[in-house]
């Protein structure tokens, strides 16, 4: 009798150990994460393959990814501030035009650099994806990646700058990583989306450079969100940048906390763009042999 109790116990164990690993394999994202950890080290050679070559042959090298910005900068200070006089805000976090302007463009250009180049990702490494077996999902995760190097120098340039003219370090800062996370989550599975569009319909890159020229003016980038007309600031609302954007200035700029609601903002819209977009990228590559 005990030992038919002690063998149902061990067959309920068991049970139990098979429903958990059943339900392990079904967590969505496990075989991507397990792919990333088990060729970690082919992720890495991308990344530093993608670095290299967008600066291979220049005398400057990797000193490109601070001008590039920097012309940036100047351009659009001169334009917004030397000739239209744009104001800021009495509550603005800076009365330095610049600075607002610098901060507002550190997360909109690693978004937005990330998914362009994601676009034509996977045709730029169609040799790999067809002749070996190859994970095309981590070609956009490598150029984010190689981003986030040049993103980090600009940061860099950025707290230089803040700490010399606005005096002011920040303690949150501490917590820039989660938004770059939230960020990379968002810019990784739209990159996602259109790398795998892109396969199949060419048009994409270039009606995706239509599409973030828009999204670039309905960001508070150059303005401050109440310049914005009333009519148009629901679009604030659904824009998951404006979040990254406000929470940028706020960490770099002030030393107050970033708002809750930002962090919430981006990371829902980050999970919700990464889980769609790796759905519908696992559903397209499906075809990309008879297409590469």
């Given at each position: 009798m005990l030992s038919s109790g002690i063998s149902g116990l061990q067959v309920i164990e068991n049970y139990g150990t098979v429903a958990i690993f059943t339900m392990a394999k079904r967590i969505p994202g496990r075989?991507?994460?397990?792919n990333l950890v088990e060729r970690r080290s082919l992720l890495f050679q991308l990344v530093r393959r993608d670095f290299e070559q967008r600066f291979v042959g220049s005398a400057a090298g990797w000193v490109w990814a601070l001008i590039h910005p920097l012309v940036l900068l100047v351009s659009w200070t001169y334009v917004f501030q030397v000739c239209l006089k744009v104001p800021l805000d009495a509550d603005a976090p800076t009365r330095s035009y610049p600075l607002y302007l610098f901060s507002g463009m550190l997360p909109w250009l690693l978004f937005s650099e990330t998914v362009q180049r994601s676009a034509s990702s996977v045709l730029d490494h169609a040799s790999l994806i067809t002749k070996t077996v190859f994970p095309a999902e981590i070609v956009p995760v490598s150029v984010f990646l190689s981003q986030t190097v040049s993103h980090l120098l600009a940061l860099v340039l950025m707290l230089a700058a803040a700490g010399y003219w606005q005096h002011v370090l920040s303690p949150y800062l501490l917590l820039m990583p989660v938004f770059l996370l939230g960020i990379g989550l968002f810019a990784v599975g739209w990159g996602w989306m259109v790398a795998g569009l892109h396969v199949f319909l060419r048009d994409t890159a270039q009606a995706l450079s239509v599409a973030l020229t828009f999204w670039f003016w309905l960001t508070p980038i150059?303005?401050?969100?109440?310049?914005?007309?009333a009519p148009a600031r629901f679009l604030l609302v659904i824009n998951p940048m404006r979040y990254a954007v406000r929470a940028y200035r706020q960490m770099l700029l002030t030393t107050a906390?970033?708002?809750?609601?930002d962090f919430a903002a981006l990371t829902v819209s980050g999970a919700i763009a990464f889980v769609a977009g790796g759905l519908f990228f696992r559903h397209m590559k499906r075809g990309f042999a008879d297409v590469l």
């Open positions: 075989l991507f994460l397990q150059m303005i401050t969100e109440k310049q914005v007309p906390p970033p708002r809750f609601r």
